[in-house]
């Protein structure tokens, strides 16, 4: 009989009938399927004749190798420099040329990634919480942003009674500037970077003190109580959790010995070591840091929403909402992208640099750092500010400063000592490694020695029922 | 020069992001201590008790789904256990013991609601409360098969119930029942040593048990300040006397071991629903009554144990076929007696999640 | 109706009546019943008493009788396991006042505040008493029984239920059990405890 085998409700019908994804890559057409075969087969093809190029130097610096746009970029400056214009012509045009190509690369990096990191995160939430994210605008779903972009651009702006009107308009497009011109000194092939500064680290510093503004700005003209505790609530957070990072960062400097990050990325592929196993705890602390400085949970108590509805965003409607949405996830690239300079060695990978392009090795690094903060978001609920507050101030900052005293004191033997170099970092690792752990037991117990950090009570399962006598016999 | 404060005034609802429903708070706060607190109801005010005095008992079963509209069974329940006492109806044994297991799936429904809620008001982003969903769409599945509707499911009627659950009921509970301990095992380790959620949780909201006692107080927010009282071991009414479980009591009187209550009673009610299903005779699923019940003069009053605390029905019958008096005595409204105490000088993030925790539906609050 | 762990009013009226006497003005196998400005010190003697241990206020609830408004108090005991009634009754409609349970019981609070919002009962000494549902300056209390009833009719409730029985009596409920038959009167009250609400302080 069909109801003896045909699974009985609505629920269970749906999870038999789930296929997954192979199951339904296999089930497209024929033609499609033999045409993304053939490409595949091609694209293998072309990857192994770039590799015999590659391998036998015949693609080192051409404009042609793109495994590094900036060969392309000194080929043509090169090109306008020996052309015969007016010399001041030609140091505009050597100027203006590569500014407007770089800024129009990093521009449509970001643009892109807002175009396609909203479905990404949603469906990777989705996954999850066991459920499908957006699956019904365009195919998969992948129209999704654009459909949410044209909503929010063709929404009423409402503007609350008794806004300011010139710091109403301005933090949704000042909110975005740190985004982007955080960009500019991360390289992202030896060449290529847009504007490599020699004061790299303290340009990304500075620039993560931006955003503090907009969101004060935001949070003050709105003339909304919610918008000012949303405000005031992200501001201590953000400005709290800058020391941390500049901290971490300043332990990144001490050992590679530059503020270029340029440099920082050749240091760790010279010595064939990845940041992270040498101060793991300031690549952590820098982490962690870091989703404080973006808003993303668990630091996210600025827009809590469940309490204060979306904190200072709450009085923007339509496309300035949007591009507060938006530029959360547009930081948190960034912060992919500045973790895995820092941290996770760049552009390379220990070599395979001069057989993949380095950007694709960045890219794939800010994915993982990506998916990492989308994995944090869907499982951790958020903290309360004073425990935010108090994290910061009394774990990170200081044991961040000990560990940074200890990598400066590690640094300065580095350069000294002359022993092959996997005995010495593998001893610096290890020093650190316990030390960060060490420190961070001890200073546990010293803070929380008044608390109770016992395993949580399980509750007791009882069959006499009764009032307060019944309870106090329970509790013996 | 010092820096004056003054406090504000902070609107919290009635429409808000967390799922509490039509919910107001007026919060006086200072800095991020909040000074005074005040619950404004009535946004879901429908007269129930007033349009109730219109129509016969059986035409007010459906207005007990409206009330406590996530745990609409033991809504049902109470009502026609409270109008059977009153005229002295008597109940075939099927229909007991299908009252019984809808009962304890609603409230296995309810828990994973009121928990999953819970969390997602201490920040995270729903996941928790999707996982337990998983669980509830079973449950809900269930309800419509059996009587066509997943919420307000005007399941229970005096005598009885109100239809017996088709073939395809019993295997389907079956498999419920049996994967469901592997489901809240799953949840119970997702959670229970999760620190984020331990330190939003421990010490919030502490209820001390003479003042839950003294204030009314019952069900989970009870039980986790250590009172062992619960009106199904207590008060047994249908066949839960014949039921072999035990009740759950914390320990402290904070949001965690209200939480842990809910989680653990999870497991006794799968334990419920299976000696249920062992013990189910075959027969009748419910006794002829009259149209329109005419109970004698009197009145009573009736309660039960509902996922939320003491659901009571107070009747007044003057001989006629409409009570002369309604009252529902609704566990969420009275459970928030001691909100005010519990929020003047918490933080407001403690606050919403000890709001959380008394775990109010506020259908049966403004009925 | 008696539940069976329901105490007999009489058994409840000859202990109290020993300890306090006089205080019982009537009672049943059901209920008690006690004047209306001795609420206080009976349910304070019932909470304090061994015998009784009324420890939890479970109910809160008021019946319009036309000539008067009753108050019912459902008392509990968890430890010994038993539930007791006690009633008392409004000198009249207008004004209807009642000592309130909120010393004795905090779990009164709110449940005061709730009959007096829709029967009009004042209940002195309550902390804060103001409309729960309705809002400040709504004319009148619904629940009463004369609070625009049915169209053709002074009181709620139905006669009769239209499939039926035929021989089944037609419920005079417009003759037998309204005494008095007046309409009520609106007196326009507002809620004299409740702040004014100025709404340039209600921001966001």
């Known amino acids: 009989m069909s109801s003896d085998t045909r699974p009985a409700t609505p629920m269970s019908r749906q999870i038999a009938?789930?296929?997954?994804?192979?199951?339904?890559?296999?089930?497209?057409?024929?033609?499609?399927?033999?045409?993304?075969?053939?490409?595949?087969?091609?694209f293998v093809i072309c990857q192994i004749l770039i590799g015999y190029l590659v391998v036998s130097g015949q693609l080192d610096g051409k404009w042609y190798d793109v495994r590094d746009f900036g060969n392309a970029m000194v080929s043509l400056t090169d090109a306008i420099n020996r052309s015969q214009m007016?010399?001041?012509?030609?140091?505009?045009?050597?100027?203006?040329?590569?500014?407007?190509?770089?800024?129009?690369?990093?521009?449509?990096?970001?643009?892109?990634?807002?175009?396609?990191?909203?479905?990404?995160?949603?469906?990777?939430?989705?996954?999850?919480?066991?459920?499908?994210?957006?699956?019904?605008?365009?195919?998969?779903?992948?129209?999704?942003?654009?459909?949410?972009?044209?909503?929010?651009?063709?929404?009423?702006?409402?503007?609350?009674r008794g806004a300011d009107r010139f710091l109403y308009f301005v933090p949704p497009i000042a909110v975005f500037i740190p985004a982007i011109l955080g960009w500019a000194p991360i390289p992202w092939s030896p060449k290529m970077s847009y504007a490599d500064l020699d004061v790299?680290?303290?340009?990304?510093?500075?620039?993560?003190?931006?955003?503090?503004?907009?969101?004060?700005?935001?949070?003050?003209?709105?003339?909304?109580?919610?918008?000012?505790?949303?405000?005031?609530?992200?501001?201590?957070?953000?400005?709290?959790?800058?020391?941390?990072?500049?901290?971490?960062?300043?332990?990144?400097?001490?050992?590679?010995?530059?503020?270029?990050?340029?440099?920082?990325?050749?240091?760790?592929?010279?010595?064939?070591?990845?940041?992270?196993?040498?101060?793991?705890?300031?690549?952590?602390?820098?982490?962690?840091?870091?989703?404080?400085?973006?808003?993303r949970t668990p630091n996210d108590i600025g827009e809590a929403e469940s309490e204060i509805v979306a904190g200072f965003y709450t009085e923007y409607s339509g496309m300035k909402a949007g591009l507060f949405m938006a530029v959360e996830l547009g930081n948190a690239i960034l912060v992919g992208a500045l973790m895995s300079t820092f941290f996770l060695g760049g552009y390379t990978f220990f070599g395979l640099e001069t057989w993949i392009p380095g950007y694709l090795i960045l890219a794939t690094k800010i994915g993982l750092v990506y998916f990492l903060f989308v994995w944090i978001r869907a499982t951790l609920p958020r903290f309360r500010l004073d425990q935010l507050m108090g994290f910061a101030w009394k774990f990170l900052i200081p044991v961040s400063i000990v560990l940074m005293f200890l990598t400066a004191i590690e640094s300065s033997i580095l350069v000294r000592w002359d022993v092959p170099s996997f005995l010495s970092l593998g001893l610096i690792a290890l020093v650190n490694i316990t030390a960060a752990v060490g420190l961070t037991f001890v200073w546990m117990r010293v803070l929380f020695r008044d608390n109770d950090l016992s395993a949580p009570p399980t509750p007791i399962l009882t069959r006499k029922m009764g009032g307060l006598q019944a309870a106090k016999v329970l509790r013996g | 020069m010092t820096t004056s404060t003054e406090p504000y005034v902070l609107n919290i609802g009635p429409q808000h992001p967390s799922t509490h429903g039509v919910f107001r708070l007026r919060v006086v706060m200072d800095g991020e201590k909040i000074k005074d607190l005040?619950?404004?109801?009535?946004?879901?005010?429908?007269?129930?008790?007033?349009?109730?005095?219109?129509?016969?008992?059986?035409?007010?079963?459906?207005?007990?789904?409206?009330?406590?509209?996530?745990?609409?069974?033991?809504?049902?329940?109470?009502?026609?256990?409270?109008?059977?006492?009153?005229?002295g109806v008597e109940v075939p044994e099927r229909a007991e013991y299908l009252r019984v297991i809808f009962s304890e799936l609603q409230r296995i429904a309810s828990h994973a609601m009121a928990n999953g809620t819970l969390i997602s008001d201490a920040g995270a982003w729903q996941t928790p409360l999707l996982y337990m969903f998983r669980e509830r769409e079973k449950i809900?599945?269930?309800?419509?098969?059996?009587?066509?509707?997943?919420?307000?499911?005007?399941?229970?009627?005096?005598?009885?119930?109100?239809?017996?659950?088709?073939?395809?009921?019993?295997?389907?509970?079956?498999?419920?029942?049996?994967?469901?301990?592997?489901?809240?095992?799953?949840?119970?380790?997702?959670?229970?040593?999760?620190?984020v959620f331990l330190a939003r949780t421990r010490g919030v909201g502490v209820i001390s048990p003479e003042d839950a006692i003294n204030a009314s107080l019952t069900g989970p927010a009870l039980r986790g300040s250590g009172i062992p009282w619960d009106l199904r071991k207590a008060d047994p009414y249908s066949v839960y006397d014949r039921m072999d479980f035990d009740v759950v009591v914390g320990k402290s009187g904070d949001v965690y071991d209200r939480f842990m209550v809910r989680m653990s009673e999870l497991y006794q009610s799968v334990k419920i629903i299976k000696q249920a299903i062992s013990q189910i005779p075959s027969g009748a699923h419910k006794t002829d009554i009259p149209l329109a019940?005419?109970?004698?003069?009197?009145?009573?009053?009736?309660?039960?144990?509902?996922?939320?605390?003491?659901?009571?029905?107070?009747?007044?019958?003057?001989?006629?076929?409409?009570?002369?008096?309604?009252?529902?005595?609704?566990?969420?409204?009275?459970?928030?007696?001691?909100?005010?105490?519990?929020?003047?000088?918490?933080?407001?993030?403690?606050?919403?999640?000890?709001?959380?925790?008394?775990?109010?539906?506020?259908?049966?609050?403004?009925? | 109706m008696r539940t069976p762990t329901q105490l007999s009013g009489i058994s409840v009226s000859e202990v109290l009546g020993k300890s306090v006497p006089d205080i019982v003005t009537a009672v049943t196998d059901e209920w008690i019943e006690v004047a209306s400005d001795r609420v206080v010190e009976t349910l304070q003697w019932l909470l304090d008493s061994d015998e009784f241990d009324a420890a939890q206020l479970s109910n809160l609830t008021a019946v319009d009788r036309h000539t008067h408004i009753e108050v019912i108090y459902h008392?509990?005991?968890?430890?010994?396991?038993?539930?007791?009634?006690?009633?008392?009754?409004?000198?009249?409609?207008d004004p209807a006042v009642?000592?309130?349970?909120?010393?004795?019981?905090?779990?009164?609070?709110?449940?005061?505040?709730?009959?007096?919002?829709?029967?009009?009962?004042?209940?002195?000494?309550?902390p804060d008493l103001r409309r729960l549902f309705l809002w400040d300056g709504f004319p009148g209390h619904p629940l009463r029984k004369d609070f625009l009833a049915m169209p053709g009719r002074i009181t709620s409730g139905l006669e009769g239920f239209p499939f039926e029985d035929k021989d089944k009596p037609i419920r005079p409920i417009n003759q037998e059990n309204v005494e008095t038959g007046v309409a009520y009167v609106v007196t326009g009250e507002t809620d004299e405890n409740r702040p004014e609400t100025d709404l340039s302080e209600d921001r966001g």
């Open chain 2, 293 to 367: 019940l005419r109970p004698d003069e009197g009145e009573i009053y009736s309660r039960i144990e509902s996922p939320r605390g003491e659901i009571g029905f107070f009747l007044v019958s003057d001989g006629g076929p409409s009570p002369y008096r309604f009252h529902l005595r609704a566990p969420s409204l009275i459970n928030l007696s001691l909100l005010n105490e519990l929020g003047r000088d918490a933080a407001l993030s403690d606050a919403i999640v000890t709001l959380g925790s008394l775990d109010i539906v506020v259908g049966e609050i403004d009925r």
């Open chain 2, 140 to 195: 809900l599945d269930l309800f419509e098969m059996t009587c066509g509707a997943r919420l307000t499911t005007n399941y229970m009627r005096i005598g009885g119930v109100a239809f017996d659950p088709p073939l395809e009921f019993w295997p389907a509970l079956q498999e419920l029942v049996d994967e469901l301990p592997d489901r809240i095992d799953e949840y119970h380790e997702l959670l229970v040593s999760n620190e």
């Open chain 2, 38 to 87: 005040d619950m404004i109801v009535g946004y879901l005010h429908r007269s129930m008790e007033k349009l109730a005095e219109e129509r016969t008992f059986t035409q007010n079963i459906p207005f007990t789904d409206r009330a406590d509209y996530l745990a609409a069974m033991t809504g049902n329940l109470g009502l026609a256990i409270a109008v059977e006492r009153l005229a």
């Open chain 1, 17 to 42: 009938e789930h296929r997954s994804l192979l199951d339904r890559a296999l089930g497209l057409p024929k033609f499609i399927l033999v045409v993304l075969s053939v490409a595949l087969i091609g």
């Open chain 1, 86 to 160: 007016d010399s001041r012509i030609v140091s505009t045009l050597t100027y203006l040329i590569p500014a407007l190509l770089g800024a129009t690369g990093i521009v449509s990096v970001v643009g892109g990634w807002l175009l396609i990191g909203p479905w990404a995160e949603r469906r990777l939430l989705a996954k999850f919480q066991i459920r499908q994210g957006p699956n019904r605008t365009g195919p998969f779903g992948l129209l999704q942003s654009l459909a949410d972009a044209l909503k929010l651009m063709q929404k009423e702006i409402i503007i609350p």
């Open chain 3, 75 to 93: 008392l509990q005991s968890l430890d010994l396991n038993h539930q007791l009634v006690v009633k008392t009754r409004t000198h009249g409609m």
């Open chain 3, 98 to 126: 009642v000592q309130s349970a909120y010393p004795v019981y905090k779990g009164a609070l709110l449940q005061e505040r709730e009959v007096y919002d829709l029967m009009g009962v004042r209940f002195e000494g309550h």
């Open chain 1, 200 to 295: 790299g680290v303290l340009f990304v510093i500075a620039i993560s003190s931006l955003g503090v503004l907009a969101v004060f700005m935001a949070g003050w003209a709105s003339n909304n109580h919610y918008s000012l505790l949303g405000a005031m609530r992200t501001i201590a957070m953000m400005i709290s959790y800058e020391i941390p990072i500049s901290v971490s960062l300043l332990a990144v400097v001490l050992l590679t010995g530059s503020t270029k990050l340029s440099e920082i990325v050749m240091w760790q592929s010279e010595q064939g070591v990845w940041l992270i196993m040498l101060i793991p705890f300031a690549a952590l602390a820098f982490l962690f840091a870091s989703t404080a400085e973006i808003n």
